[in-house]
């Protein structure tokens, strides 16, 4: 009787050990993606920032304003991290900005001061650090 | 080992049956001249053509163009000189011994006819007048003669030479199997140390054979002994074998005995070989040789394209493709028979540039690549591909000081559109047609089409057209800040 219950111990120690590293290997895969991906929740283009939020939130932006914003919002961030504002004319890239993030909610903003030559349509892709596309604003800058 | 399996793998059926028929035309020269004064003449040829293929290939200008010359004209003077002995050996042979029989047999048979029947008409005491020309030109000496172009037989010289035959007192001509002419006159000879005996016949007997290298049979009527004359010696035969050899000898020919066949058949054998080997030898010289170099302009074909994947630009369409090779053979060459094929099959999309190797030429046989001008080609492979793009307002002009443009949406926001799927990886969003801010101060929406780029064009079933919604807002004030947290 004792020859069949050590062997039964044997298998039930194992397999509540097996049971318990799941979730923990679980954790350890899952909370790098988590952490290091801030959420974007707000972003927007702006003619200005003031007391850290945007003003006058526009898509239009005439030439002679000297300037256009981007404000984005990440809510919650749980680690100290970059995000990237990229700005496009045209689909070409002329201009990229790393901005830090930091817990536990962060926001940031770039500007493009404003030319003749920029005239035409625009966008900005926000991305992580890994580069994915958070979002993309559309915008023009006209005169 | 390879290069004799690459040598004898570009060897073209025309090459075989070149060297094939020039084999035989040079065994049957041989074989129709030989033993003649001609054939010791074309072997001095030869060996002439021999130094001044030999001299030019090292180099020896000069010498080289003095051999042709004199090749060139010693080509001449063998035909006017020989002319008699190379009608004969034409007109006395038939086609067929020309092209395939060996001239000894019809020697040995008409020597054999003519001394049985010379002996023959001894006995029964019927003249005759047999010439037997050797190498030099009989025409000068002999007047008169009839042509006759008969075939050596016994009953026909019996009846040449039968009392009652008009052409009976002249001198029948014999040309190897053939009786040429009849009834011909000799000239006599003026020597005084003659037996007195002699008449007519050997009078005319002894002034050609002095005159001549010619043999002449003679046919005693009166005594009916026969006698040979050749260099104004008189012979006299009794017997026909003995008649057999001096003739035999007088044509070249040997006693024919079982050993000299066989001897004359390895001879045969032995010929035919060496002109093989010979015109192996002068035909590699000819074609193997890389003296000439010729180019051609060569349209490139494309092969193994995949389905659906188009060639959208090269940077040439065709190529001058330089060949070397023996000039005999270039000269043979078509522009048709050269072709450039480049492989698409693994070649991927986009701008490529191939090189043009050699296994991507095709030549005719013979012949050596030298090089391809370009040597390399820029090729654009594309085919056709969909792709969803997202479509952008592309705004104008500027509103009112007091308002904002705040957003916009449009209605598709996407648009799935076909064409070259390189165009396509440069395009990422497609643009409205220029949408005016004036005369805008509320909210609203409109109708407006959309810029597709050249060479793109909207799926089926998609629009070329969108709604843009947008709203309109009061501007507040602004100002700038710093980074915030």
């Not at chain 1, 679980?26 to 952490?35: I, L, N, R, V």
Request: with cysteine; proline share 5%; aromatic share 8%.
């Amino acid at each position: 009787m004792k020859s069949i219950i050590t062997p039964l111990k044997t298998v039930l120690l194992f397999v509540a050990l097996v049971s318990l590293s799941i979730p923990v290997m679980s954790q350890q895969e899952a909370t790098p993606g988590k952490a290091a991906s801030p959420i974007l929740k707000k972003a927007v283009m702006c003619e200005g920032i003031q007391d850290g939020l945007p003003v006058n939130q526009t898509i239009v932006f005439d030439v002679s304003k000297g300037s256009a914003y981007c404000w984005s919002g990440f809510d919650p961030v749980e680690v100290d991290g970059v995000i990237f504002h990229q700005w496009y004319r045209n689909g070409e890239l002329t201009s990229s900005f790393k901005l830090a993030v930091h817990p536990p909610r962060w926001a940031n903003q770039s500007s493009l001061r404003l030319r003749q030559a920029d005239v035409g349509p625009w966008s900005l892709n926000i991305t992580n650090e890994t580069g994915d596309i958070l979002k993309t604003l559309r915008f023009s800058i006209t005169e | 080992m390879d290069s004799i399996y690459i040598f004898f793998s570009s060897l073209r059926w025309q090459d075989i049956l070149d060297i094939c028929i020039n084999s035989y035309i040079l065994f049957r020269l041989y074989a129709l001249f030989r033993g003649t004064a001609t054939f010791r003449v074309l072997v001095g040829l030869g060996f002439l053509w021999f130094f001044q293929r030999l001299s030019l290939s090292i180099g020896l200008i000069v010498t080289s163009w003095a051999i042709q010359g004199i090749t060139a004209a010693g080509a001449i003077i063998i035909i006017v000189i020989f002319r008699n002995e190379i009608r004969t050996v034409f007109q006395t042979k038939n086609m067929r011994a020309i092209l395939w029989g060996l001239p000894q047999k019809i020697h040995k048979a008409s020597i054999e006819v003519l001394s049985d029947v010379i002996f023959d008409l001894a006995e029964t005491r019927v003249g005759a007048l047999l010439v037997y020309p050797g190498k030099d030109d009989l025409d000068e000496h002999i007047r008169n003669g009839i042509p006759w172009h008969g075939q050596v037989s016994k009953e026909m010289i019996k009846s040449i030479f039968w009392n009652g035959n008009p052409v009976h007192d002249g001198a029948a001509i014999v040309e190897g199997d053939r009786v040429s002419k009849v009834a011909c006159i000799l000239p006599l000879s003026l020597r005084d140390d003659l037996p007195a005996a002699f008449g007519t016949r050997h009078r005319a007997a002894s002034g050609l054979s002095e005159k001549s290298d010619a043999l002449v049979v003679v046919v005693s009527e009166e005594r009916g002994r026969v006698a040979t004359a050749k260099g104004g010696v008189f012979s006299y035969p009794k017997t026909r074998a003995e008649l057999r050899i001096i003739l035999e000898d007088h044509v070249g020919r040997k006693t024919f005995n079982a050993k000299a066949e066989k001897n004359e058949r390895l001879e045969m054998i032995t010929a035919a070989c060496l002109s093989f080997l010979l015109i192996f030898v002068v035909w590699f010289g000819f074609t193997r040789s890389l003296d000439t170099l010729v180019s051609f302009e060569v349209p490139i074909q494309y092969t193994g394209r995949v389905p659906g994947v188009d060639i959208v630009g090269s940077s040439d369409d065709v190529v001058r493709v330089h060949i070397i090779g023996a000039g005999a053979l270039i000269r043979s060459v078509r522009a048709d028979q050269v072709a450039v094929n480049l492989d698409l099959g693994t070649v991927p999309l986009g701008v490529n540039t191939l090189r043009i190797l050699p296994n991507d030429v095709s030549l005719p046989p013979g012949v050596a690549l030298n090089r391809v001008t370009p040597s390399e080609i820029v090729v654009t492979l594309d085919k056709y591909d969909i792709k969803t793009l997202p479509v952008q307002a592309d705004w104008t002009g500027k509103l009112p000081d007091n308002l904002l443009l705040a957003e916009a949406s449009l209605d598709p926001s996407q648009i799935q559109v076909t064409g070259r799927s390189l165009l396509l990886n440069d395009i990422g969003t497609l643009y409205t047609e220029k949408i005016p801010l004036l005369g805008i101060d509320k909210n609203g929406k409109m109708s407006i089409g959309i810029v597709f780029p050249d060479k793109i064009k909207p799926s089926p079933g998609q629009k070329d057209r969108v709604t843009v919604i947008y709203k309109v807002k009061t501007r507040e004030k602004a100002s700038p800040a710093p980074s915030g947290g």
